[in-house]
């Protein structure tokens, strides 16, 4: 079984530019999730899709972000216009949509770096 | 508010010998807990997860926690360290009912010297 894939894996891109992530994740996970590490802090939540709807979407930090899962199945971040700030380490994660496998499976990360 | 707090940003043990990574939550609901590890360019995979059943999980690796509720603790060990286990470690805390969202401590280096 493929586990959860992230594209890209690093980009690099000037402040005010826009930047697209992608997030595939285990074939037949309803949930997707997405969190962010800036440098030196924790790891946190940004938003949880359920199949294509938006659960929670607390963690967002501002509306230069925009998280879409057109379908149920892939998703993407778009970050426009990138800040200095936005630089970190962008994780997807899946998980069966079952209260007694609600394991999160995590992929490897995009580490995103703004100039 | 869940919260997590992992008591050492990087822990340095020897070959061998045992390794203790600490970590304390706080929690309005009955928590979930778990620990991920982080190796250099992979994904964050678990480690072991407490969901109110015997409060001592045993994870892959060698890998044990106990789940305190007194002491608000879940502390990960294992008797004794092997290189490969040098990697980064998160102690996680959710809440089953309603939203699923994970919140992180810090994080732990743990190195292993030969």
């Known amino acids: 079984e493929a586990g959860v894939t992230q594209f890209p894996s690093h980009s690099v891109i000037e402040k005010g530019q826009t930047v697209t992530l992608r997030c595939d994740p285990i074939s037949g996970h309803d949930n997707l999730y997405w969190y962010r590490r800036v440098m030196g802090k924790e790891i946190k939540f940004l938003l949880h899709?359920?199949?294509?709807?938006?659960?929670?979407e607390s963690g967002m930090p501002n509306n230069r972000f925009l998280a879409e899962r057109t379908g149920g199945t892939y998703s993407t971040l778009k970050v426009q216009p990138a800040e200095l700030e936005d630089s970190g380490v962008y994780f997807c994660?899946?998980?069966?949509?079952?209260?007694?496998?609600?394991?999160?499976?995590f992929g490897p990360g995009t580490r995103l770096t703004v100039t | 508010a869940q919260s997590v707090t992992q008591l050492d940003s990087h822990v340095s043990v020897s070959e061998g010998t045992p390794v203790l990574l600490r970590c304390n939550y706080s929690?309005?609901?009955?928590?979930?807990l778990f620990w991920y590890v982080q190796h250099p360019n992979k994904g964050l995979q678990l480690l072991l997860k407490?969901?109110?059943?015997?409060?001592l999980v045993k994870g892959i690796n060698g890998f044990e926690a106990e789940f305190k509720k007194s002491e608000t603790s879940f502390h990960l060990t294992k008797p004794s360290a092997h290189m490969s286990d040098a990697a980064e470690y998160f102690c996680?805390?959710?809440?089953?009912?309603?939203?699923?969202?994970?919140?992180f401590g810090q994080g732990t280096r743990l190195t292993i010297n030969p």
């Open positions: 994660a899946s998980s069966q949509n079952r209260v007694e496998s609600y394991e999160q499976y």
């Open positions: 899709f359920v199949k294509e709807s938006k659960q929670d």
């Open positions: 929690s309005s609901y009955s928590p979930s």
């Open positions: 407490y969901t109110s059943a015997a409060t």
């Open positions: 996680v805390v959710s809440i089953i009912q309603g939203a699923q969202k994970l919140v």
